[in-house]
Structures are given as structure tokens and as C-alpha cells.
């Protein structure tokens, strides 16, 4: 018998003292609520607060709540230590503060959304809505976004959502290429993934602006330019280049 849940959330968390003990019960209601079996995954990334205190001290309570430590700084670090430890057959990854409310996931698992190998959260296609964002932050993202179409991932409006889900084959033949911890570390998945032929989908969700970003808009914005311009001339070098599936849709959903 397969003992393997169906979905496994993983949530990178840095010095998320504050905001845990808010979310972290909204996904354990999330999870008891749902047919299916589900695990919860918090990564503690080098947090100089009470972060692992108390992610620890909820999963003493519900046994489906798993935490890990990660001494490499970065978000993709996080992000990707989840991942490989993740038993799901839908490896989700979310954001601590749970700027898209955590019923949304339903939206990228089966009977609703079948038939991808990456599903990422979009707060720019048709059906999505956003909320509170500040101008300026807005304006950010999108010419983060042009810049991605232009240098790495075509086609795609939104790759900077916090919130995507692979399916654990995709997710498995992807990680072992990721080489940026940083915050472009999800538009380097998406690249290989891309690259590697998997079907990508974009999808349309509700989402809602958190205060207290963990992203500076001047130093984080230039870190990401640079971690793309290194993306794309990783691609070029073939560093991401080996056999993989043939797929090579995409759409939005």
C-alpha cells in the first residue's frame, strides 16, 4: 500500500516568529478539512527569532507537520531542502504569510487542475485578483516580469508569485540542476523546466498584499536582475541540459 500523501506544502520561513502562529493554523484547518492525505513541510532558514520554537511546537501537536532546518541563506535553499525531503505526489510551495489565502491550493490539484507538470500561481491573468498592492511594488514586478519574458522565460505573466506546485516527477528531475539560492531561484525551476519540455500552466488566484516584505525594492531587485542574467547565461553554457520529458505546452489555465 502507497502511503505517499497526495500533497506536500512546503513553506521556507525566515524569521517568521510573528506571522507563523497566524497561517500556520489556517493550513492545519486547510489540511484536516481536506479527502486526501497532506503534509506540511517548514523550513527554518538560519532564523534569528523564535521561528523554530515554534514551528516545533505545532508539530509536536499535529503529526503531519514536519520541520527542517537549512543552514545555506536564501530562499531557493529553503525551498529546495523542502522539496527533496517532500513524500507528496504535489510538491507546493507557499509563502509564510499567505498572501493567496490557502484555499486556493485546491485550484492546482486534481478534479479541478490535471494534466500539468508545473502549475504557478499567476496574479496577472485573466480570473486573478489582487489586492492592496502598492503602486510601486506593482510597477516592480512588472518590469521584473518584461525582464524574464526578454532574458529567460517567455510567455509566462506572472513567475514571481511565491505560490507553485510540481508534480514530483517534474519536481525531481528539476532540483538537482537549481544552482541560485536567491530570490530568482523559482525562475531558474522555471527555465529548467521549461527547457526540459515539462508542461507549464499559469493560474489565476486571489491574492492579497502582506506589509513587512522580506524583499528590499532597490538591493533585492538588483540581486534578481543578476540572477537571471546568470540563469540565462547558465542556459547558454548547457548547464541545465540533459534528457527530459517531450511536453513542451503551456497555457493558462
Known sequence: MDDRPLLSLIIPAYNEGQRLPQTLPQIIDFVE??????????????SGDDTRQIADAFAKEYPFIHVYDEDRQGKGA???????????????????????????????????????????????VAGAKRYDEPAYRHLMGRVFNFVVKILA?????????????FRRHAALDVLPFQRIDGWAFDVELLFIAQQRGYRIVEVPITWYYRANSRISPISDALDMFREVLRIRLNGRRGLYNSPGATNTSQDAI
Open 78 to 124: 529553503a525551498v529546495r531542502k523542502g522539496m527533496l525531503a517532500a513524500s507528496g505526489d504535489y510538491l507546493f510551495m507557499a509563502d509564510a504569510d499567505l498572501s493567496m489565502p490557502i484555499g486556493e491550493v485546491s485550484k492546482f490539484l486534481p478534479p479541478y487542475l490535471e494534466g500539468y507538470d508545473v502549475a504557478i500561481a499567476s496574479r496577472e
Open 33 to 46: 478539512a481536506q479527502p486526501f492525505s497532506a503534509e506540511v513541510i517548514v523550513v527554518n532558514n538560519n
Open 153 to 165: 522565460i517567455p510567455g509566462f505573466q506572472d513567475t514571481q508569485c511565491g505560490f507553485k506546485c
